[in-house]
Nanobody, 129 residues
């Protein structure tokens, strides 16, 4: 059974930093695309950053230069280092891995409504000005 568990969320002041972790089990970690999503409103699940099996990393424009995605295959853990945080980064952050045959994609509504990925439980990030 695939399981993803996020940690590291919390509160920060604008300009501060947080690091999110996602520990995975139930699949070969390095053989899967992985990604981070965030849900700031009920209407949109935003794709924040992804890493492909080949190690290619992508960021959405709003976090480029501020967030850094990395992974430790020995620990089966995905990280998201978030620096220079802004109030608009406030959201629930989810770690996700696509199911076989699928890619990670952004969808309307709740992230957890996407049936084509495995999801963690989410971790709240709150940034105050």
């Amino acid at each position: 059974e695939v399981q993803l568990a996020e940690s590291g969320g919390g509160s920060a002041q604008a300009g501060g930093s947080l690091r999110l972790s996602c520990t995975a089990s139930g699949f070969t970690f390095g053989d899967s695309d992985m990604g981070w999503f965030r849900q700031a409103s009920e209407n949109e699940c935003e794709l924040v950053s992804t890493i492909s099996r080949a190690g290619i990393i992508w960021y959405t424009d709003s976090v480029k230069g501020r967030f850094t995605l990395s992974q430790d295959n020995d620990k089966n853990t995905l990280y998201l280092q978030m620096n220079s945080l802004r109030p608009e980064d406030t959201a629930v952050y989810y770690c996700a891995a696509p199911k076989r045959g699928w890619l990670l994609y952004q969808n309307r509504g709740s992230c957890l409504l996407n049936p084509n990925a495995y999801w963690g439980q989410g971790t709240q990030v709150t940034v105050s000005s």
